[in-house]
């Protein structure tokens, strides 16, 4: 029996087989856009993913199509929950004209404010408290907003030289990791605005970045690149501790909440749970019929949700942490 | 901003609409009508996005060698934000070359035009990497042209051919250019192409992978020759004839004796005729002199030393690491080999097969030429396919058949020989394939993949080289050999061997190899057919008809003579030897094993240092450092006169300055002078008085000799 199911927004008959339904999918989505970034509602009990085609809301764990919406900001490629679960921030934009952060009052979803002025699309964002956040575009800069009124630009990072598509905020609040395009890991000091350190190990550009859940030591970070390699790393020492080589390309990463194991969404569309400390792939998961872009593990749940090609949302169940034999499915 | 972005959808929403019934009738098909437009309007070149890093973030294979990973980057990389299947017109692979955005590329195409509509049309039926039908061939018409006079216009056509039978005319999405845009124009529009300049010219038609060249020919004179009365020795003779009578290009006269003994000496030998030689070959009345001359050179220690020199500089022979002992046991094997006139298939076969210790083992060190595989696959392309492999590392070959997989292919078979003083197999070796990031599959270029990967693959890369069916081992030597003796080769530059380069004479390309195959694979063979071709010994003195002519052999190239030969040269002329480091005086510079040896003469005259491939330094050598050098250094000031000399010892032996004149003639131009010489150099003499101005002539005429073209060339 296979673990994954199909989202219900492409396919409207939800007790299809999955053998079946993969194939429907395929001709049923051809002309959908991809998903290009999926993210659990505070509560656990829903999905936002979001696409070239707006914001869409299904329910969890069956993924039925609650809510469609158009957002003011077009292509959009992230999404991100404030950490009182009262906002949620979409980003996207005109690709290499503008880009902007869309804001929505939660859990009603809507719009309450637009932060506009980049020069290209929106690739990431992250809520620094639940008034400020950060926005990382392919105009190559970084911003930080405050939503406090009147609303303001803060601070302008730079030195990023190509797209920067992903930022992850370590715990102390002041400490800011992004990466992107131009292969590099930054770390920056968020109080002073300064760059502390570029790490230059990957030798392609970088998707994504994930920090390791958990207490006790010094933080780790996880990033994901063209080079087809996980790189984890200790930001604020500049280490880059280990890394693991996967057959695909990882397009999204996210951790299991206990930090044990991150999932990676990968280019040929499968999943691949990765043990952080012995660097192996423990499971090897078939999602999305193309390339998967997006995956978001469930807080409290052996299931992960995977956005990609076509439109695609899939639920995938993976194995406990504690039962992480290889297995390819 | 958005006001005139919507206004502009509009003006796009017309365009669609206008194009819904081209859509109604057939599907935009990825590969064959996508890429082709892209190729078209230049995206995929390699000054645009078909860099091996592409532009602005933006990579394309290089003229969509490889529509798959386009495809990928096209719609799958950056989450898919080049395509917008919900808006079309929106999608930034249409807003750049349309410069609705900025685009460094500037303005590729216009809203209404065909590119324009066919990559909307594709976006709209869903962006698929679906192709229908699978192209077989691309027949270009005129696949050559003749044309009696310039400015004629010709018209060129391009029809595919898919694999399910169908045709279609593809002229318009095909890429013609001149090779010579100075001689021949392209009007794209029309597809139609004139000539410029007489001659034989190139023109590239280029549809996704497939390139062919179309051969543009205008006679060089206005009127038909016929040369069917002009002498031939052998076959090449007759291939040279015919292309000269297609040209209407009359052939310059066989060359004088001297002309000739020169030439073949320093081709065959890389030394001067000695005074002596010249007078008995001048003095010789029999009809076949010149085959025993040349029979005499091939069998002679001089033809040995030389040719052992030319095999050195193919092979890239230098002490790998400083290590002279390697070197050393490397040139004693090649010696040999030339000694023995072993067949060049063996000598392949031996060095692509060869282990063990390189101070003992000298064809081992084959292996210590470069520094990995990749480089080594390189090499090997070059040295025995003629073909620059290379160019396949990052892309595929653009010009020819090589792929990717073949470059890394073949570096994989490479990689499985350990590559030290000890070459031995290494049977976990191996190389990463860039594009797939795995270890790279062995591969014969061109072939297949090999099946076990395990086994050491070079026995059947060996076996597949050499077989005599292989459509690019005896071809390539044979022309070196040409190079050498004619100064350009068929296939010009000799290691860039592909459809689209041809040769100039195909057929006596084949019949060249052919012949080589059928006796031995023996050098002398080839050399010898070439050197007593009527071709060979034609007079380097173009006549007004064929003046202009550089590649058809209408009459002999003036060539430059190498470093070595010319040091040489040098020193047997003023009787002087020069100093090699610590080689023993008297020691010839084509006897050098190390390029590296110290000899500050030899790096003013631009010896080949052997770090790349040396054909075209005898082209280039020196340069104006070398003139300079000749004009003002050392290398000729501070010998002409030295003790024990030949200018000194001629003077001691008590000889008339014209005397003196004359044998220098002699031994530095293998002839005597021409009574007009005689008159001017006598005429000079008269007007000197002292015996000491005499003497200060005769040095400045030394110096003059030895700085004429007549002398720094082979002619």
């Given at each position: 029996?296979?673990r994954h199911e199909?989202?219900?927004?492409?396919?409207?008959?939800?007790?299809?087989?999955?053998?079946?339904?993969?194939?429907?999918?395929?001709?049923?989505?051809?002309?959908?856009?991809?998903?290009?970034?999926v993210t659990f509602?505070?509560?656990?009990?829903?999905v936002?993913?979001?696409?070239?085609?707006?914001?869409?809301?299904?329910?969890w764990p069956?993924?039925?199509?609650?809510?469609?919406?158009?957002?003011?900001?077009?292509?959009?490629?992230?999404?991100?929950?404030?950490?009182?679960?009262?906002?949620?921030?979409?980003?996207?934009?005109?690709?290499?004209?503008?880009?902007?952060?869309?804001?929505?009052?939660?859990?009603?979803?809507?719009?309450?404010?637009?932060?506009?002025?980049?020069?290209?699309?929106?690739?990431?964002?992250?809520?620094?408290?639940?008034?400020?956040?950060?926005?990382?575009?392919?105009?190559?800069?970084?911003?930080?907003?405050?939503?406090?009124?009147?609303?303001?630009?803060?601070?302008?990072?730079?030195?990023?030289?190509?797209?920067?598509?992903?930022?992850?905020?370590?715990?102390?609040?002041?400490?800011?990791?992004?990466?992107?395009?131009?292969?590099?890991?930054?770390?920056?000091?968020?109080?002073?605005?300064?760059?502390?350190?570029?790490?230059?190990?990957?030798?392609?550009?970088?998707?994504?970045?994930?920090?390791?859940?958990?207490?006790?030591?010094?933080?780790?970070?996880?990033?994901?690149?063209?080079?087809?390699?996980?790189?984890?790393?200790?930001?604020?020492?500049?280490?880059?501790?280990?890394?693991?080589?996967?057959?695909?390309?990882?397009?999204d990463i996210a951790w299991r909440s206990?930090?044990?194991q991150i999932v990676a969404a990968?280019?040929?569309?499968r999943i691949r749970v990765?043990?952080?400390?012995?660097?192996?792939?423990?499971e090897?998961l078939?999602a999305i019929?193309?390339?998967a872009?997006a995956v978001a593990v469930h807080p409290?749940q052996n299931r992960v949700v995977v956005g990609?090609?076509?439109?695609?949302l899939k639920k995938v169940t993976i194995r406990?942490?504690?039962?992480?034999?290889?297995?390819?499915? | 901003?958005?006001?005139?972005?919507?206004?502009?959808?509009?003006?796009?929403?017309?365009?669609?609409?206008?194009?819904?019934?081209?859509?109604?009738?057939?599907?935009?098909?990825?590969?064959?009508?996508?890429?082709?437009?892209?190729?078209?309007?230049?995206?995929?070149?390699?000054?645009?996005?078909?860099?091996?890093?592409?532009?602005?973030?933006?990579?394309?294979?290089?003229?969509?060698?490889?529509?798959?990973?386009?495809?990928?980057?096209?719609?799958?990389?950056?989450?898919?934000?080049?395509?917008?299947?919900?808006?079309?017109?929106?999608?930034?692979?249409?807003?750049?070359?349309?410069?609705?955005?900025?685009?460094?590329?500037?303005?590729?195409?216009?809203?209404?035009?065909?590119?324009?509509?066919?990559?909307?049309?594709?976006?709209?039926?869903?962006?698929?990497?679906?192709?229908?039908?699978?192209?077989?061939?691309?027949?270009?018409?005129?696949?050559?042209?003749?044309?009696?006079?310039?400015?004629?216009?010709?018209?060129?056509?391009?029809?595919?051919?898919?694999?399910?039978?169908?045709?279609?005319?593809?002229?318009?999405?095909?890429?013609?250019?001149?090779?010579?845009?100075?001689?021949?124009?392209?009007?794209?529009?029309?597809?139609?192409?004139?000539?410029?300049?007489?001659?034989?010219?190139?023109?590239?038609?280029?549809?996704?992978?497939?390139?062919?060249?179309?051969?543009?020919?205008?006679?060089?004179?206005?009127?038909?020759?016929?040369?069917?009365?002009?002498?031939?020795?052998?076959?090449?003779?007759?291939?040279?004839?015919?292309?000269?009578?297609?040209?209407?290009?009359?052939?310059?006269?066989?060359?004088?004796?001297?002309?000739?003994?020169?030439?073949?000496?320093?081709?065959?030998?890389?030394?001067?005729?000695?005074?002596?030689?010249?007078?008995?070959?001048?003095?010789?009345?029999?009809?076949?002199?010149?085959?025993?001359?040349?029979?005499?050179?091939?069998?002679?220690?001089?033809?040995?030393?030389?040719?052992?020199?030319?095999?050195?500089?193919?092979?890239?022979?230098?002490?790998?690491?400083?290590?002279?002992?390697?070197?050393?046991?490397?040139?004693?094997?090649?010696?040999?080999?030339?000694?023995?006139?072993?067949?060049?298939?063996?000598?392949?076969?031996?060095?692509?097969?060869?282990?063990?210790?390189?101070?003992?083992?000298?064809?081992?060190?084959?292996?210590?030429?470069?520094?990995?595989?990749?480089?080594?696959?390189?090499?090997?392309?070059?040295?025995?396919?003629?073909?620059?492999?290379?160019?396949?590392?990052?892309?595929?070959?653009?010009?020819?058949?090589?792929?990717?997989?073949?470059?890394?292919?073949?570096?994989?078979?490479?990689?499985?020989?350990?590559?030290?003083?000890?070459?031995?197999?290494?049977?976990?070796?191996?190389?990463?394939?860039?594009?797939?990031?795995?270890?790279?599959?062995?591969?014969?270029?061109?072939?297949?993949?090999?099946?076990?990967?395990?086994?050491?693959?070079?026995?059947?890369?060996?076996?597949?080289?050499?077989?005599?069916?292989?459509?690019?081992?005896?071809?390539?030597?044979?022309?070196?050999?040409?190079?050498?003796?004619?100064?350009?080769?068929?296939?010009?530059?000799?290691?860039?061997?592909?459809?689209?380069?041809?040769?100039?004479?195909?057929?006596?390309?084949?019949?060249?190899?052919?012949?080589?195959?059928?006796?031995?694979?023996?050098?002398?063979?080839?050399?010898?057919?070439?050197?007593?071709?009527?071709?060979?010994?034609?007079?380097?003195?173009?006549?007004?008809?064929?003046?202009?002519?550089?590649?058809?052999?209408?009459?002999?190239?003036?060539?430059?003579?190498?470093?070595?030969?010319?040091?040489?040269?040098?020193?047997?002329?003023?009787?002087?030897?020069?100093?090699?480091?610590?080689?023993?005086?008297?020691?010839?510079?084509?006897?050098?094993?190390?390029?590296?040896?110290?000899?500050?003469?030899?790096?003013?005259?631009?010896?080949?240092?052997?770090?790349?491939?040396?054909?075209?330094?005898?082209?280039?050598?020196?340069?104006?450092?070398?003139?300079?050098?000749?004009?003002?250094?050392?290398?000729?000031?501070?010998?002409?006169?030295?003790?024990?000399?030949?200018?000194?010892?001629?003077?001691?032996?008590?000889?008339?300055?014209?005397?003196?004149?004359?044998?220098?003639?002699?031994?530095?131009?293998?002839?005597?002078?021409?009574?007009?010489?005689?008159?001017?150099?006598?005429?000079?003499?008269?007007?000197?008085?002292?015996?000491?101005?005499?003497?200060?002539?005769?040095?400045?005429?030394?110096?003059?000799?030895?700085?004429?073209?007549?002398?720094?060339?082979?002619?």
């Amino acid at each position: 029996m296979q673990r994954h199911e199909v989202c219900s927004r492409y396919l409207f008959a939800p007790s299809i087989v999955l053998g079946l339904t993969v194939a429907l999918s395929v001709a049923a989505t051809a002309t959908e856009p991809p998903i290009t970034a999926v993210t659990f509602t505070p509560d656990g009990q829903a999905v936002v993913a979001v696409s070239q085609a707006g914001m869409q809301v299904c329910s969890w764990p069956d993924l039925k199509r609650q809510r469609t919406s158009k957002a003011s900001v077009p292509n959009l490629h992230c999404a991100a929950f404030s950490p009182d679960g009262q906002h949620l921030a979409i980003g996207g934009g005109y690709p290499a004209e503008d880009g902007s952060v869309e804001l929505r009052s939660w859990p009603a979803g809507t719009p309450t404010a637009k932060l506009g002025d980049h020069d290209d699309s929106v690739r990431a964002v992250v809520w620094l408290d639940s008034s400020r956040l950060l926005s990382a575009s392919a105009d190559r800069q970084i911003r930080l907003w405050d939503m406090k009124t009147p609303r303001e630009l803060v601070r302008v990072l730079q030195s990023h030289s190509r797209s920067v598509d992903a930022l992850c905020l370590l715990e102390d609040g002041k400490t800011l990791v992004s990466a992107g395009v131009d292969q590099s890991v930054r770390v920056w000091d968020l109080e002073t605005g300064a760059l502390v350190r570029s790490m230059n190990q990957h030798t392609q550009g970088v998707h994504d970045l994930a920090l390791r859940p958990g207490e006790g030591g010094l933080p780790m970070v996880a990033s994901a690149a063209g080079d087809r390699t996980i790189r984890f790393w200790q930001p604020t020492i500049g280490r880059m501790v280990r890394y693991v080589r996967l057959d695909a390309m990882p397009m999204d990463i996210a951790w299991r909440s206990d930090g044990s194991q991150i999932v990676a969404a990968c280019a040929d569309g499968r999943i691949r749970v990765v043990d952080p400390e012995e660097v192996k792939v423990t499971e090897t998961l078939d999602a999305i019929d193309g390339w998967a872009y997006a995956v978001a593990v469930h807080p409290h749940q052996n299931r992960v949700v995977v956005g990609g090609s076509d439109g695609q949302l899939k639920k995938v169940t993976i194995r406990s942490a504690g039962n992480a034999d290889i297995s390819v499915r | 901003m958005k006001t005139l972005l919507s206004a502009l959808a509009l003006v796009v929403g017309f365009a669609a609409a206008g194009v819904a019934e081209e859509a109604s009738s057939r599907r935009v098909d990825f590969r064959n009508d996508l890429i082709p437009m892209f190729t078209k309007n230049g995206c995929n070149a390699g000054a645009c996005h078909g860099a091996a890093i592409g532009r602005g973030g933006f990579k394309l294979s290089l003229y969509g060698g490889d529509p798959a990973s386009d495809y990928e980057a096209i719609v799958r990389q950056r989450q898919g934000r080049r395509i917008h299947l919900l808006d079309p017109a929106g999608s930034l692979i249409y807003r750049k070359p349309a410069e609705y955005v900025q685009h460094g590329g500037g303005a590729v195409f216009e809203d209404q035009s065909e590119s324009a509509r066919l990559l909307l049309r594709w976006i709209e039926q869903g962006a698929s990497p679906v192709s229908r039908r699978e192209l077989v061939d691309v027949a270009i018409t005129p696949a050559k042209h003749v044309s009696r006079s310039l400015d004629e216009p010709i018209a060129l056509r391009a029809v595919a051919h898919y694999a399910d039978g169908s045709t279609r005319d593809v002229t318009r999405w095909t890429i013609f250019k001149a090779e010579d845009a100075s001689a021949v124009a392209v009007d794209p529009a029309s597809a139609t192409t004139r000539v410029l300049r007489p001659g034989r010219h190139i023109v590239i038609a280029r549809y996704l992978n497939t390139v062919v060249p179309i051969e543009l020919v205008v006679p060089l004179a206005e009127s038909t020759i016929d040369l069917a009365d002009e002498a031939q020795s052998n076959f090449i003779d007759q291939r040279v004839l015919e292309s000269l009578a297609a040209l209407g290009l009359s052939p310059s006269p066989v060359c004088d004796d001297a002309t000739y003994l020169r030439r073949v000496s320093l081709d065959l030998t890389g030394r001067l005729p000695s005074p002596q030689q010249v007078r008995d070959f001048l003095d010789d009345d029999r009809a076949d002199k010149r085959r025993v001359l040349v029979d005499r050179l091939l069998e002679g220690e001089a033809f040995q030393q030389y040719w052992t020199l030319q095999l050195a500089k193919l092979l890239r022979i230098s002490p790998p690491q400083g290590d002279q002992q390697a070197a050393q046991a490397y040139h004693r094997w090649v010696a040999d080999q030339v000694k023995r006139d072993a067949s060049y298939r063996q000598l392949a076969r031996t060095l692509i097969l060869a282990s063990g210790d390189t101070h003992v083992v000298g064809p081992a060190n084959f292996y210590r030429t470069t520094t990995g595989p990749r480089e080594q696959a390189e090499f090997v392309s070059e040295l025995f396919m003629g073909s620059r492999l290379r160019c396949a590392n990052c892309h595929n070959h653009p010009l020819d058949r090589w792929t990717q997989d073949d470059y890394h292919g073949l570096a994989a078979v490479f990689a499985k020989v350990e590559q030290g003083e000890t070459v031995r197999p290494k049977p976990d070796g191996q190389t990463i394939h860039p594009r797939t990031l795995e270890p790279a599959a062995e591969r014969i270029p061109g072939e297949f993949f090999l099946a076990d990967s395990a086994t050491d693959g070079r026995q059947q890369f060996a076996d597949w080289l050499t077989d005599p069916a292989n459509p690019y081992f005896a071809k390539a030597i044979v022309n070196r050999l040409w190079q050498r003796m004619m100064g350009r080769g068929l296939v010009e530059p000799v290691d860039d061997f592909r459809d689209t380069n041809p040769a100039t004479h195909p057929v006596l390309l084949d019949q060249l190899a052919e012949d080589f195959i059928q006796h031995g694979y023996r050098l002398r063979r080839t050399l010898r057919l070439i050197a007593n071709s009527t071709t060979y010994a034609r007079s380097a003195n173009a006549t007004a008809e064929n003046k202009d002519d550089d590649r058809f052999y209408s009459h002999a190239l003036r060539r430059p003579l190498e470093a070595e030969v010319l040091a040489d040269a040098i020193s047997d002329v003023l009787g002087v030897a020069d100093r090699y480091g610590d080689q023993p005086v008297g020691t010839r510079a084509v006897t050098l094993v190390s390029p590296a040896t110290a000899s500050p003469a030899l790096d003013i005259l631009g010896r080949c240092d052997r770090s790349g491939a040396c054909e075209s330094s005898s082209r280039s050598a020196g340069g104006l450092p070398q003139k300079l050098h000749l004009f003002n250094g050392d290398l000729l000031n501070a010998r002409i006169a030295a003790e024990g000399g030949r200018l000194e010892r001629l003077r001691l032996e008590g000889k008339r300055s014209m005397e003196v004149i004359q044998a220098f003639y002699l031994a530095a131009l293998s002839r005597p002078p021409t009574n007009r010489e005689r008159e001017h150099w006598q005429t000079q003499l008269n007007g000197l008085g002292s015996h000491h101005a005499r003497q200060a002539f005769l040095e400045d005429f030394v110096w003059g000799l030895l700085t004429c073209e007549e002398f720094v060339t082979n002619h």
